[in-house]
């Protein structure tokens, strides 16, 4: 029923949908012949992605944590991590279904949680999230369609929606 009260919105959507290009993917590797077990990239690792396997001693990657934030290549006196690109993927993820609020819905990133990985980023089909100034990550308003793309992407659950409401 919803889908009948917003087809406009619903159209735009699919259209930027459409038209985004498919991105490639990039995964966080260790190069095991490399690694000494030194643990400094378990350590850096701001979502414990990294961990040491204990039969082995060398760090491993779980790539369903792994952020993409980039701290451990560098870090690694080994350079036993690197960055591999994967192909795009062939599926197309549809955005949120619009919700049945009375008012605009955006999204709101809670600068307290937000960790500066930047993953919302290059997810917004509109391009309403920007790096400030300051470093902290914000949210265009004027821009912002409310899909929640940003708030799936984001690994620490910073990404709020919130409903603008209408004064009558």
């Known amino acids: 029923m919803s889908l009948l009260r917003f087809p406009c919105e619903i159209l735009a959507l699919i ?9 490639a993917q990039e995964i966080y590797k260790v190069e095991s012949k490399r690694c000494i077990g030194c643990r400094i990239c378990k350590e850096l ?20 944590k792994c952020i993409k934030c980039g701290k451990c290549v560098p870090a690694c006196p080994m350079h036993a991590i690197y960055v591999e690109q994967s192909e795009p993927s062939d599926t197309t993820e549809v955005a949120a279904e619009p919700t049945k609020a009375k008012g605009k819905v955006f999204a709101r990133i809670d600068q307290k949680k937000c960790i500066r990985c930047r993953r919302c980023i290059p997810v917004c089909p509109t391009g309403a999230i920007y790096v400030d100034r300051d470093g902290s990550i914000k949210v265009d ?6 899909c929640g793309e940003c708030k799936k992407t984001c690994p620490v659950d910073a990404v709020e929606l919130f409903e603008e409401k209408i004064v009558k």
Request: aromatic share 0%; with cysteine.
């Open 15 to 23: 259209a930027i949908l459409i038209s985004l290009p498919a991105l």
């Open 45 to 64: 690792c701001p979502v414990g992605a990294i961990s040491i396997d204990p039969s082995t001693g060398k760090a491993v990657i779980d790539t369903a």
């Open 141 to 146: 308003t004027t821009k912002c369609i409310g």
